[in-house]
């Protein structure tokens, strides 16, 4: 199984938390991304992909949104998004 997770990360907390799913799940094969310097990936290359930010003022952060906009549509692939926050995540899950 090959799997990606696609974080935004400012101050390191959503990238650790990315690190340790990877550690904690080492089947998955985790390789990872961050959108600030990585270009668009080949998901069709990966079995699942995962979407990790942190809450930006209850939301996701506008450079995340902007990239998932810009990938290419995908059909039955497995995805899961997840999220850091300080106090309180608003919607940032659901949007
Ligand atoms: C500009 C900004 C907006 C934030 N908005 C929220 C928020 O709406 N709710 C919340 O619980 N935490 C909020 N936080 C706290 C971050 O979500 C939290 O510290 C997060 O773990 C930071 O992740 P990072 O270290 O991966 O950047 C905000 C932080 C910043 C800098």
Do not use: H, W
Not at 29 to 39: H, K, N, P, Q, V
Not at 52 to 68: C, H, Q, V
């Amino acid at each position: 199984m090959k799997s990606l997770i696609c974080y935004f990360s400012t101050t390191g907390n959503t990238e650790l938390a990315c690190r340790y799913i990877g550690k904690m799940i080492p089947g998955a094969a985790f390789e990872f991304l961050d959108i600030t310097r990585g270009s668009v990936p080949d998901l069709g290359t990966y079995d699942l992909v995962g979407f990790a930010t942190f809450a930006d003022f209850l939301g996701p952060s506008k450079r995340m949104r902007d990239f998932i906009q810009e990938l290419p549509q995908q059909k039955q692939k497995p995805a899961f998004v997840f999220n850091t926050y300080g106090n309180f995540n608003g919607g940032t899950l659901r949007k």
